[in-house]
């Protein structure tokens, strides 16, 4: 049996609660195959747009009265683990039933540790809440030290560090239900990101990439594999070019190489392939596999996907 | 050792996130206590008025641009649990690490089944949200169907129902964190409520008592004590009268007797008596406990509290 981490994009999930309840059942569909292949399947994923969402409405309902208190980042990551955790495992659940299957289902509220010296830190990279005009965010700035930045025409947001995970906090609980054979929903956004101070944790605001933080879960459970499903049947060099290939595999020297040519966009498709380097780097037998949601079990039978391997 | 679910409720909690962060500090203390006696601790947690400052923050901000999506009141309470989650397991690791021991702990999002057939569903009583005037209650109700009640002279709110727990769905995975000594987080804010539909759960606008849920997860676990933790020390009769006596302990029959003569306040003592009576009913080695936060490790002992037994 093969112990897979499978990282699902928050952007299949949707965008409100109505639309999340219908995309989740199309994409449970491709994980519980996986289980029913005979994988001991771990579930991460995603939660930009409903973090997104989240944080936006409670920023609005302050502004408009401010005895709805505002919400801190963190705590809006814990919320959409909740939130989405709740729909994929009901999800999760029942297809796992219909498809004659017993397992349980379960979604841990998970903590993931970052270094306070990281040097994300210093360089604040990922816009989330909504848009200002330059007045607002220069009081922002100076009232709340948020960094600000112009995003896409449209005005100013508020940027938070992307640190790298370096430990995950509810590792044991995970592990204890993984090796009871129940399918775990954890480490959803990248995890809830804290640093270590004294013998406590504290919440920070800031986002971890849900690759890295699969990749980190997956070596610290020692998996086989890591499936990254994305919206693409596989990496692609020359992309969008006369001269576009897909890479059915790749070697990390081979990824080395693209990605010193510049092959992969930044935000998108880069921290994917970082993600799945991290995982497999210096280990023979581990294999990470970037593919589409609706591929993923062509992808382990190598009919799709890329398999990128040391 | 013991196996003991404690019910802690939501106004113990706070009603903004930094207050919510000093008060779990608090509230941990005197449930490490009980972990630290040997006690096999499962905690379960209220969440009033957390789920309802989510419900309203999601509320005014949809009002105030339809393209802030709704949250229905399920979504709202699987937020409430991560959001919840989060400080509490934070804090309890804290405090356990402080006293010395190396316990993990875990918030596990779930959901707990009612009956749709429960009489509760005919009577909705429970307000939860922001309040309306006539005018919008009228046409709530007709546009949403929502019930709408006049509440404490403040105006109009909607009233959902509270049925009464039938099962856990998160059982086996909560059996299986308690069995390998971590301590577990659940039915927050009285689970999730959901209903049985062919092969899956589908969440409805209600609120289980978290006293009845927790009853039922101490049940469900076959454990041995359930305390109810609330702001009074004892269980009392004749309230508030010259004649007011606190209850050291009660038996069914003499809580029975009590209620009939209606000394015990409904929506306040008279819910987490009958979460007692349930959980004690027919079982001569089970005992319910109904004491202060602050005096929970004394009311283990018999130095505070009302113990309620067969």
Redesign the interface.
Known sequence: MRKIVVALGGNALG????DQIEKVKHAVKPIVELVKDGNEVILAHGNGPQVG??N???E???E??SA?????F??CG??????I???L??AL??EL??QGMDQ??????T?VEVDEHDPAFLHPTKPIGRFYDLDTAKELESTKGYQMIEDANRGYRRVVPSPKPVNI??L??IK??VD?G?LVITVGGGG?P?IASG???V?VPAVIDKDFASAKLAELLDADMLVILTAVDKVKINFNKPNEISLDSATISELDKYIAEGHFLKGSMLPKIEAAKAFVNGSSHRIAIIASLDHARDALQGKSGTKITN
Request: proline share 7%.
């Open positions: 965008h409100s609660p109505l969402m989240i936006l409405s409670f609005t309902s302050h408009l009265n709805n208190p505002e919400m801190p963190p705590e814990a919320m959409s683990q909740g939130y955790g709740y729909h495992q009901n659940l029942k039933r219909e349980k289902v379960a979604t841990i509220v903590q906090v509810e044991d609980i204890t239900l009871a129940h809830i804290v013998k406590e944790y919440g």
